[in-house]
């Protein structure tokens, strides 16, 4: 055993052992027997020579075993490498084709590859060396109508000195790739998630308006024949439908259908808002749909967030929720003003309650306060005082109009009321309204709803809960959140309207003073544009009510005058502009200072664009010196520029909006501004010519 162990001798270790041992053994017994000394040293030779024989037989048979086990592991790597169905292929350092198996070519449809580049042989353009060489990673791509995952690592970055080797002497590194064919398992995940199970809330949002008025037999044909749409718009679909009652109904399909919906955006809108049946308001349809939630609870309560969006936006218009993004469809109309005023009663005395359990009262608009941010914030001061509650208005620093309502309106030394003067010391910036904040503080927003248009952030966040949001603007997808009470009406024409209308209802014997309702006033001037847009019934309620309590008219005037230099470069910015598409009038105003002054001139320009014949939109860029690009749009009607602004990343109203991208390029917006523009002109259009066949 101890001749053949091989863990313990190899080689000539072995051999020379075995000859020390016979030698000793020999010596030993050559003292004691001198004439067995030939005979020892016979023995010893043989030993030797039998020795080193079976050391070459055993070197032998270990080198056809090694060769044998080398041979067998060629013959299952080419095996391995031509039958799997993996397929392979190594690029030089150069990024240029060195190997490939047969199944690589088969996947990739090409014959000659050689020498090529991985963009060269992969559809996608981010398939490039350079780009798969910064990181090992895997993708699904495409090929010939199937799918394949690939799977690729840079050699140099492995634990193999041959391939480092390998990679330094051709100068870069080397990149191995692998095809796997996933065909099946793409088309099965593509099957489940077309048949995932979407919900949708349709709701008549304006029922009540619509068939006031109307006898019960044509109220009834409105209702079946509005049904009658619906359900063949869900029968389209592929779905089913649920009527919870006249107002409401619960509809579910499957998400492919749900493309088919977006693809065709929304025609049911239309559809419902065409019927005539002796109804003087026209219908239309909210409608909330989600796809998003593990569960049918989740996507029931996702989809009832998106109806809340579409009501909350005006109505007439469909939000659809996927991937936790927001699209919007419809909404092109002016939205219809409400006649109920159920809700701003229960508002108002919502507003009171919260008011009553505060300690102290902080109302704040938009930064770069305009009239209407300013004297709805007035209007909300004045229900706080009259609860002897300790009221601030938090501004910010940039504010031209609030500078000439302070001087004009709630200046001291003018003749003004005792009440008026209070609000001198009222009007707070960051650093003071924080110092004067306590936990059981209640905020109140008005005239905007989303965090980044606040007069201060840092107030927003010292109250993170108490908080009251008025607004007449369309909801956006990013509004404040952890909110106690929203209060939006699309359909009002100013946060000022609305503010009016609550003081009635907070407490009827609440009256304004001259400055207050001057202040309010000034917000239904700013906002109407003199009363000649969004104006309803409510509007001109609200302004008789101000203008009995004592707002000034003149003074409003005054308010709004400006100075040559002002009149001049807004006349240049006129003359400047473009027209790029007929109907679309646009200039960019470059260079100059990010404050209120340029965002007044900006605004002001756009409106006059829009009072020039054949112009329907009119635009203005601001190019800031600080890389902010702010942009005011104006339309007459026929084109929704909120929708526009909307896909930028701001919002507004049908008529009047805009928004504020930073680090931008003027060129490039207004670029975008151009194609979205044409976008809603080719979509009046198409709606038009749909309508005429209708008619016809």
């Known amino acids: 055993m101890l001749f053949m162990n091989r863990n313990l001798f190899s080689g000539w270790k072995e051999v020379f052992v075995y000859v020390l041992v016979i030698v000793l053994l020999v010596t030993v017994i050559c003292t004691f027997q001198p004439y067995l000394i030939p005979v020892g040293v016979a023995l010893v030779i043989a030993v030797i020579w039998f020795a080193r024989r079976a050391h070459q037989s055993k070197r032998l048979l270990l080198t056809g075993y090694l060769d044998d086990v080398i041979r067998n592991i060629e013959k299952t790597v080419h095996f391995s490498t031509k039958n799997l169905d993996v397929g392979m292929a190594v690029f030089s350092g150069e990024g240029k084709l060195q190997w490939k198996n047969e199944k690589f070519q088969q996947m990739t449809g090409l014959k000659s590859m050689?020498?090529?580049?991985?963009?060269?042989?992969?559809?996608?353009?981010?398939?490039?060396?350079?780009?798969?060489?910064?990181?090992?990673?895997?993708?699904?791509?495409?090929?010939?109508?199937?799918?394949?995952?690939?799977?690729?690592?840079?050699?140099?970055?492995?634990?193999?000195?041959?391939?480092?080797?390998?990679?330094?002497?051709?100068?870069?590194?080397?990149?191995?790739?692998?095809?796997?064919?996933?065909?099946?398992?793409?088309?099965?995940?593509?099957?489940?998630?077309?048949?995932?199970?979407?919900?949708?809330?349709?709701?008549?949002?304006?029922?009540?308006?619509?068939?006031?008025?109307?006898?019960?037999?044509?109220?009834?044909?409105?209702?079946?024949?509005?049904?009658?749409?619906?359900?063949?718009?869900?029968?389209?679909?592929?779905?089913?439908?649920?009527?919870?009652?006249?107002?409401?109904?619960?509809?579910?399909?499957?998400?492919?259908?749900?493309?088919?919906?977006?693809?065709?955006?929304?025609?049911?809108?239309?559809?419902?808002?065409?019927?005539?049946?002796?109804?003087?308001?026209?219908?239309?349809?909210?409608i909330g749909i989600s796809k998003d939630g593990e569960t049918l609870e989740e996507v029931s309560m996702h989809a009832a967030k998106a109806l809340d969006v579409a009501l909350g936006r005006g109505g007439d218009q469909a939000v659809v929720e996927i991937d936790k993004q927001l699209q919007y469809f419809g909404g092109t109309n002016a939205v219809t003003a409400k006649s109920t005023r159920v809700r701003a009663r229960i508002v108002a005395h919502n507003i009171r309650k919260n008011m009553e359990e505060a300690e102290k009262i902080f109302v704040m608009g938009h930064a770069n306060e305009d009239y209407d941010a300013i004297g709805s914030a007035v209007g909300v001061a004045k229900l706080g005082l009259s609860l002897k509650k300790p009221t601030f208005i938090v501004v910010s620093d940039r504010s031209t109009s609030l500078q000439k309502l302070k001087s004009l309106v709630f200046n001291s030394e003018l003749n003004i009321s005792e009440e008026d003067k209070q609000y001198e010391g009222m009007f707070l910036h960051e650093e003071d309204a924080l110092a004067e904040i306590t936990p059981k503080s209640l905020l109140i927003l008005v005239d905007h709803h989303r965090a980044a248009l606040c007069a201060s952030q840092k107030v927003l966040e010292a109250i993170p809960q108490n908080?009251?949001?008025?607004?007449?603007?369309?909801?956006?997808?990013?509004?404040?959140?952890?909110?106690?009470?929203?209060?939006?009406?699309?359909?009002?024409?100013?946060?000022?309207?609305?503010?009016?209308?609550?003081?009635?209802?907070?407490?009827?014997?609440?009256?304004?003073?001259?400055?207050?309702?001057?202040?309010?006033?000034?917000?239904?001037?700013?906002?109407?544009?003199?009363?000649?847009?969004?104006?309803?019934?409510?509007?001109?309620?609200?302004?008789?009510?101000?203008?009995?309590?004592?707002?000034?008219?003149?003074?409003?005037?005054?308010?709004?005058?400006?100075?040559?230099?002002?009149?001049?470069?807004?006349?240049?910015?006129?003359?400047?502009?473009?027209?790029?598409?007929?109907?679309?009038?646009?200039?960019?105003?470059?260079?100059?200072?990010n404050s209120s002054e340029t965002s007044i001139l900006a605004a002001q320009a756009a409106d006059a664009l829009i009072n020039i014949t054949e112009i329907s939109v009119g635009v203005v860029i601001s190019a800031c010196t600080d890389g902010c690009v702010n942009v005011s749009a104006r339309s007459d009607g026929s084109i929704n520029v909120q929708v526009i602004m909307e896909e930028l990343g701001g919002g507004g109203h049908q008529t009047v909006a805009g928004v504020q991208i930073q680090n931008a390029d003027a060129d490039e917006v207004k670029q975008q501004i151009i194609e979205l523009t044409k976008k809603q002109f080719d979509e009046v259009e198409e709606k038009e010519k749909n309508e005429s066949n209708l008619t016809e």
């Open 114 to 286: 050689e020498g090529k580049r991985p963009e060269e042989l992969l559809p996608l353009p981010e398939n490039s060396f350079e780009t798969m060489c910064v990181k090992d990673d895997s993708k699904v791509i495409k090929m010939k109508n199937r799918y394949y995952l690939m799977k690729y690592f840079s050699v140099s970055r492995q634990n193999s000195s041959v391939w480092k080797k390998n990679s330094e002497s051709t100068g870069g590194e080397s990149l191995m790739l692998y095809l796997t064919d996933v065909t099946e398992w793409e088309q099965l995940k593509q099957k489940f998630a077309e048949e995932r199970v979407c919900l949708a809330y349709v709701r008549f949002d304006n029922y009540e308006d619509v068939i006031k008025g109307m006898s019960e037999s044509a109220s009834a044909n409105l209702n079946g024949e509005i049904g009658d749409i619906i359900n063949k718009w869900v029968e389209s679909l592929q779905g089913f439908i649920v009527r919870a009652n006249k107002e409401n109904v619960v509809v579910g399909f499957n998400y492919k259908n749900l493309q088919k919906a977006i693809e065709e955006k929304f025609t049911v809108l239309d559809k419902v808002r065409e019927i005539r049946q002796g109804n003087k308001i026209s219908p239309t349809l909210s």
């Open 467 to 593: 908080r009251i949001i008025i607004d007449h603007h369309r909801r956006a997808e990013d509004m404040i959140q952890n909110t106690i009470l929203k209060y939006m009406e699309p359909s009002s024409s100013s946060t000022s309207e609305l503010v009016t209308e609550l003081t009635g209802y907070f407490d009827d014997k609440l009256e304004f003073t001259k400055g207050e309702a001057t202040a309010l006033y000034s917000g239904l001037v700013v906002d109407t544009k003199n009363f000649n847009v969004q104006t309803g019934a409510r509007t001109f309620e609200a302004a008789a009510l101000l203008r009995t309590s004592g707002a000034d008219p003149v003074l409003v005037r005054q308010l709004f005058k400006d100075d040559l230099e002002s009149y001049r470069e807004r006349y240049r910015l006129i003359a400047e502009a473009e027209t790029p598409l007929p109907h679309l009038a646009i200039s960019v105003n470059r260079n100059v200072e």
